[in-house]
């Protein structure tokens, strides 16, 4: 698997490097550039999403209190979901792809929790975002107005859709589901904020195991070689622990690597909690 730098690397330096259980910097670099390559690749295709929706998604991204509609949500979700996936297929390029495509479907309920939670309640992630739909614009010699009207909104900073515009109470079937899915969603972003290197920038390598340690997850699956799904988890959950203790102290880095273990978990209960969602 391309994205495996463990599994897949090759040369004797970089074994005798890795199995020193320390983050070399080629690791972190190699890992960041995987998030940059991955960002840029999904900022293209919602760009061009986007503008071919425009009318249809406009008052959602311009007003930060607009509430969404059940049928708003659902356009949102196909679009993000055709968008995730050809992230998840370029992240797996290394495994066939029958079992990327069984993983990516059984996870997604997952994968899409963790994006949210990210996107909800990270400023600096909203605006990298933002920003990188701006310079891909910029490359391109004519625009339409549908492009237009999208840079504005990255432009201006409208793109802040908040918690509360997807989730109005009330939309669950009990307060109890409600409030169990705006906790988890915020011990998410918690955990995201206290592994920062810098609270001034994004945290790529996080952000990236994560999403690599939620698509692989084979839960029961069968697949076609399951064996070397299950080495590649284990090998992003050995990368995010040794991360981890290349900027926290060793007790803290152990504790906020259980924490991300976890999220497997508490990802699978937000996706079973979103299902409560009343139909209005």
Known sequence: MRVSFVHYHSGSIAREKIM??????????????????????????????????????????????????????????RLNKFVHKQMAQDLGKKICTEDISVLFEHNYGK?????????????????????????????????SDSENTLIQIAKNGSMSTSYESFFDSPWANSAQAEIEHWKLHQSIYKLINTTRKSSFQNDKCTIMLMNLILLH????????????????????????HK???????????????????????DTQRIHELSLQRLKL
């Open 20 to 77: 020193k259980n320390q983050l070399q910097i080629e690791e972190e670099q190699y890992l960041e550039n995987l998030y940059d390559t991955a960002r840029d690749n999904t900022t293209q295709l919602t760009y061009d999403l986007y503008v071919q929706n425009i009318q249809l998604i406009c008052p959602q991204i311009i007003n930060s209190k607009y509430v969404h509609t059940t049928k708003d949500i659902g356009l949102i979700y």
């Open 111 to 143: 994968f899409r929790a963790f994006q949210m939670a990210m996107w909800f309640n990270d400023d600096l992630y909203k605006a990298e975002f933002a920003k990188m739909l701006v310079n891909h614009a910029n490359k391109k010699e004519n625009t």
């Open 217 to 240: 997850n084979t839960d029961g699956l069968k697949l076609n070689d399951s064996a070397l799904v299950e080495k590649a988890q284990q090998n992003f959950i050995n990368f995010l």
């Open 243 to 265: 991360y981890l203790k290349s900027h926290l102290p060793e007790t803290n880095a152990y504790s906020q690597l259980h924490k991300a273990l976890m999220l497997v978990h």
